[in-house]
């Protein structure tokens, strides 16, 4: 691949900002550059400095945009890709109705295939170079999805959704023809390339307790696979938790039973938490997941981002695709701090952009990697136009600060503001 000299503005996170003033958090360079080899970063930094260590180089020029790391999704459904914008009342409604209508098509491997082109098209034109993503309780499905992935370069998480009960005979494993395929998908993908399996039981609701214990017994197997599922979405959802494990402490008290949190756990939504959930959190060191625009969309609940990090608690962002809305994180920054705000808490721009590369990245284990311009990494970069509509030109023109730009960005950016992105220094987006 060579070497490549990527010419902008560029901003990258050492460590979550404590607000406004806090710009010893971040790395920006009005005159900057990144220097790529072989798909790495060998270093980021002033233009002109890094120049000399870069004869012989090419040179892309993206100066007037900003460069930053890829944006990291930490919570999706590649099966719902079909089913993002469909109509419902509430969560348990929503999945009845569409979610797992839409997941049945998945037992075919030319339709897992088909949507998989258009799932990674999709991430890739918004800037999002690394995903964490369920699949349907289909094998072809997570076979689709790891393969995809690994012909584009790109860091990918996920796994086939492990779910015995309650929802219709065609979307049903048993525990043990779950435990066996997911398994055989560790055994294929886990550690493959830039690929990582995610054990994913998909909550409660949906698996009994063999197949949770199923699920337990692999986390116990593969202590270097994520485990992924949803907690306390939905008032109705914890009601239905708390009717079939009764004995349970409270809803995550199920997934600690089976030995399911670790460091390497991520719980979707996590709204409703009761105290005694977020010590098992702290105490674990199990991660959160806020999903704002699918909390607004099926009117789940506002997450309580500031109580969870007052405990240490550093959750990821994610678009939770298709009970989220957009694959934009840009517009998931949007929601989000709309969210934060009716909770009277303030999401500022750095800490948001912070949020969506190197704290995710970090929610993931992955920083040495992933979420930073910082050398060492691989070369996954975004870079963002913020006058990419008139109407952000208009904006734009009377912004003076970077802190001014990026809330431009994440309150009226989406797509069209992302002018290329990268994975592991290849573009992907035509223009
Ligand atoms: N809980 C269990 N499955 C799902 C899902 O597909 N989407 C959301 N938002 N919540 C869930
Ligand atoms: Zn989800």
Redesign the pocket.
């Known amino acids: 691949m060579g070497e490549t000299l990527f010419l902008g503005r560029v901003l990258s996170f050492q460590r979550r900002p404590e607000g406004a003033a806090d710009a010893a958090a971040l790395t920006y360079h009005a005159a900057g550059a990144v220097h790529v080899k072989d798909g790495r970063i060998l270093a980021m930094g002033c233009a002109d400095e890094l120049r000399r260590g870069a004869q012989g180089a090419d040179i892309v020029d993206h100066r007037e945009h900003l460069i930053l790391p890829g944006f990291i999704d930490t919570h999706l ?1 590649f099966p ?1 890709v079909q089913v993002l914008a469909s109509w419902g009342k509430d ?1 348990l409604d929503w ?1 009845n109705t569409y ?1 797992f209508v839409e997941e049945q098509r998945f037992a075919d491997m030319a339709h897992c295939e088909a949507m998989a082109v258009g799932f990674y098209d999709g991430l890739l034109r918004n800037g999002t170079t690394t995903g964490v993503a ?1 699949g349907s309780v289909h094998a072809t499905s997570a076979e689709a999805m790891f393969a995809q992935a690994e012909q584009r370069g790109m860091r990918m998480i996920g796994g086939k959704v492990m779910m015995d009960c309650h929802a219709p005979e065609a979307l049903l494993d048993t525990a043990q023809s779950g435990y066996d395929e997911s398994l055989a998908l560790i055994e294929r993908w886990h550690g493959r390339g830039r690929l990582s399996y995610a054990i994913t039981p ?2 409660a ?2 698996s009994t307790p063999a197949q949770l214990e199923a699920a337990g017994a692999l986390c116990a197997l593969h202590p270097d696979c994520y485990m992924q599922t ?1 907690v306390s ?1 939905n008032v109705n ?1 914890i009601a239905r938790a708390k009717e079939l494990y009764p004995d349970a402490p409270d809803y995550l008290g199920i997934y600690e039973r089976y030995g399911l949190l670790s460091e390497r756990a991520l719980l ?2 996590a709204i409703h938490l009761e105290p005694r959930e977020i010590e098992v959190l702290a105490g674990t060191g199990a991660k959160p997941v806020f ?1 704002p625009t ?1 909390n607004l969309f ?1 009117g789940s609940g506002l997450y309580d981002d500031a109580g969870l990090r007052g405990r240490g608690i550093c959750g990821g962002i994610a678009t ?1 695709i298709g ?1 989220g809305t957009s694959y934009s994180m840009l517009q998931t920054l949007n929601e989000g701090y709309k969210v934060l705000q009716l909770r009277a808490q303030q999401m500022h721009p750095y800490q948001a952009f912070d949020w969506i590369t190197r704290g995710n990245a970090e929610a993931l284990g992955l920083v040495h990697e992933i979420g930073t311009l910082e050398a060492g990494s691989v070369a996954d970069m975004v870079v963002l136009d913020s006058r990419a509509t008139p109407e952000m030109a208009l904006r734009a023109d009377r912004i003076e600060t970077l802190a001014e730009e990026l809330f431009l960005l994440m309150i009226m950016g989406d797509d069209r503001a992302v002018a290329q992105t990268y994975v592991a220094g290849a573009a992907q987006k035509d223009v």
Do not use: I, M, N, V
């Open positions: 459904h719902q969560l999945l979610t369920y998909r909550f609701l949906t949803h979405e959802e979707g939504h999903c699918s099926l939770d009970g």
